[in-house]
């Protein structure tokens, strides 16, 4: 089981940055990849983007790609996702993801095993 802690979420206007971090904890070295997902008002929890926790292959939903960066630290068992050019259409709570089962999809939420707890990010306009 891997342990998931998020932070640096927050308020930021339109055009500003975030960084975001997820402390990992447990049997880190069972999870071949870790990802980001979203969910804003109403809406399912979406894609934002994933990397291979060894070789740091990384994807990213087409909505983010340019703006976005998804990083591991395997010295310090941390993620993180860098954010800028922000706009009102990135409002959401986001998680970081871990443990993806076997041969699933690294950007299928229903993949991952294990999540935090979210850290509300507001973009206003």
């Known amino acids: 089981q891997v342990q998931l802690v998020e932070s640096g979420g927050g308020l930021v206007q339109a055009g500003g940055s975030l960084r975001l971090s997820c402390a990992l904890s447990?049997?880190?070295?069972?999870?071949?990849?870790m990802g980001w997902f979203r969910q804003a008002p109403e809406k399912e929890r979406e894609f934002v983007a994933a990397?291979?926790?060894?070789?740091?292959?990384?994807f990213y939903a087409d909505s983010v790609k340019g703006r976005f960066t998804i990083s591991r630290d395997k010295a310090k068992n941390t993620l993180a996702l860098q954010m800028n050019s922000l706009n009102a259409e990135d409002t959401a709570v986001y998680y970081c993801?871990?443990?993806?089962?076997?041969?699933?999809?690294?950007?299928?939420?229903?993949?991952?095993?294990?999540w935090g707890q979210g850290t509300q990010v507001t973009v206003s306009s």
């Open positions: 993801a871990a443990d993806p089962s076997s041969g699933l999809r690294i950007v299928k939420a229903a993949s991952y095993n294990s």
């Open positions: 990397i291979t926790w060894s070789g740091g292959s990384t």
């Open positions: 447990g049997r880190t070295f069972s999870s071949y990849a």
